[in-house]
């Protein structure tokens, strides 16, 4: 009688064993709270601005915001279509830059081919970006010091990022965009820093091409800065 309650038993916690292996293996192990994620795609705000000097060069900026909350737009990929007066497609410029969750940041090329005759109509196309979950909080960084100055034709500015927070700032982009009285953009120049460790602060400088229409037009109390560091 005992041999037989055994194998009663038996078989009823083999059955229950595998009740509970099949139903791991059709849910994948996954919880039933487990939710698919509709990402938010990155917008371009405003317009996209091709910039030029005298000689012709030519530089893309565009400012963009990635809507998504705790999720950071890693490797994403960027293409700058730029077409002709006849609608023909002229160049391409390919580049790659990640957007922090909520940040609105921007793209900036300087290595345009296309001189700014050829230049008809500029578009910004985004590939579907890496989004990867971010739970760290981000470093809290402000620029202050601004100052714009022409020096035997030259331009040069100079500033000051402070970081307020404790968080180390790695990797920090700083944009400078020249505007004349009327807040039109005339050009931008880029530059790349190290880290900014917490609480603490850097001087930045970003010097411009020699060029004498751009010294005549702008105006210091302009000049815009755009930054970003993660």
């Given at each position: 009688m005992r041999s037989l309650k055994k194998i009663i038993y038996g078989v009823i916690y083999l059955s229950l064993l595998a009740f509970i292996v099949f139903n791991v293996l059709n849910t994948g192990g996954k919880n039933e709270t487990d939710e698919v994620i509709n990402f938010l795609p990155l917008e371009v705000l405003g317009e996209i601005k091709a910039l030029s000097l005298s000689s012709g060069r030519t530089v893309f900026f565009a400012q963009v915001?990635?809507?998504?909350?705790?999720?950071?737009a890693e490797k994403?990929?960027?293409?700058?279509?730029?077409?002709s007066k006849n609608g023909i497609l002229i160049e391409e410029v390919v580049g790659e830059k990640s957007f922090s969750p909520r940040e609105k940041g921007y793209v900036y090329e300087p290595d345009v081919k296309s001189s700014d005759k050829e230049i008809y109509r500029v578009e910004l196309n985004f590939q579907t970006p890496e989004w990867v979950s971010v739970k760290?909080?981000?470093?809290?960084?402000?620029?202050r010091d601004v100052k714009t100055s022409i020096v035997d034709g030259n331009i040069k500015v100079e500033g000051?990022?402070?970081?307020?927070?404790?968080?180390?700032?790695?990797?920090?982009?700083i944009l400078v965009v020249l505007?004349?009285?009327?807040?039109?953009?005339?050009?931008?120049?880029?530059t790349f820093?190290?880290?900014?460790?917490?609480?603490?602060?850097?001087?930045?400088?970003?010097?411009?091409?020699e060029d004498k229409a751009l010294t005549q037009n702008i105006d210091p109390k302009n000049t815009k800065i755009f930054y970003s560091g993660d």
């Open positions: 915001s990635n809507p998504n909350e705790n999720y950071r994403n990929s960027y293409r700058f279509l730029v077409y760290d909080l981000k470093p809290e960084l402000i620029i000051v990022i402070e970081n307020k927070s404790p968080i180390n700032a790695e990797q920090v982009r505007s004349n009285k009327y807040y039109v953009d005339l050009f931008a120049s880029e820093m190290g880290g900014v460790p917490g609480f603490e602060e850097a001087a930045f400088s970003i010097s411009f091409p």
